[in-house]
T-cell receptor
Framework: EAGVVQSPRYKIIEKKQPVAFWCNPI?????LYWYRQNLGQGPELLIR????????DSQLPKDRFSAERLKGVDSTLKIQPAELGDSAVYLC??????????????FGEGSRLTVL | SQQGEEDPQALSIQEGENATMNCSYK?????LQWYRQNSGRGLVHLIL?????REKHSGRLRVTLDTSKKSSSLLITASRAADTASYFC????????FGAGTRLTVKP
């Protein structure tokens, strides 16, 4: 079975340019997460989806970041315009929530963004 | 938000030695999870311990949980160079939030 797939793996852009990241979760996983990980730090939650509904986007900088999960499967995270401080690894994860609590998260390999 | 905090930040040991990492958290949990991240890769789930469990084993891994102290520990026995990675604990009920991690280096 395929794991969580993310693309692109690497992206280099100039500041003020837009960028988008794509995630395909594990089939059947109803919960999808986007995390941002800065160098030497742990992942920080940006947004969590339950099916197609964003149930926690409190940490998403809404002035420049947007996300969608159409049909409750694939998801896209967009940054427009990008700033130097957005350089980080963007991780997508999925899980199958059971009994109202979160089980094991399955992560993709991440998309490394460098903003010049 | 709930977030685990790992201690120490970095740990360097010789191959064959045991490595112990600790995690503290602030609020009630349903479960606590440990993950490993090799350099440049995504996180990989290692073990999940439920709030009503005190100890759990998986191969060379041993995890303990003390809900009265809001803390957990991860023990890796007989470490190998391949165990070199960052280790994170994660807590949450409906989502999982991570600490800054422990960077483990195992020297051959």
């Amino acid at each position: 079975e395929a794991g969580v797939v993310q693309s692109p793996r690497y992206k280099i852009i100039e500041k003020k340019q837009p960028v988008a990241f794509w995630c395909n979760p594990i089939s059947g996983h109803n919960t999808l997460y986007w995390y941002r990980q800065n160098l030497g730090q742990g992942p920080e939650l940006l947004i969590r989806y339950e099916n197609e509904e964003a149930v926690d986007d409190s940490q998403l900088p809404k002035d420049r970041f947007s996300a969608e999960r159409l049909k409750g499967v694939d998801s896209t995270l967009k940054i427009q315009p990008a700033e130097l401080g957005d350089s980080a690894v963007y991780l997508c994860a999925s899980s199958l929530a059971q009994g109202g609590s979160t089980g094991e998260l399955f992560f993709g390999e991440g998309s490394r963004l460098t903003v010049l | 938000s709930q977030q685990g905090e790992e201690d120490p930040q970095a740990l360097s040991i010789q191959e064959g030695e045991n490595a112990t990492m600790n995690c503290s958290y602030k609020t009630s949990i349903n479960n606590l999870q440990w993950y490993r991240q090799n350099s440049g890769r995504g996180l990989v789930h290692l073990i999940l311990i439920r709030s009503n469990e005190r100890e759990k084993h998986s191969g060379r891994l041993r995890v303990t949980l003390d809900t009265s102290k809001k803390s957990s520990s991860l023990l890796i026995t007989a470490s190998r160079a391949a165990d070199t990675a960052s280790y994170f604990c994660a807590t949450g009920i409906h989502d999982m939030r991570f600490g800054a991690g422990t960077r483990l280096t195992v020297k051959p």
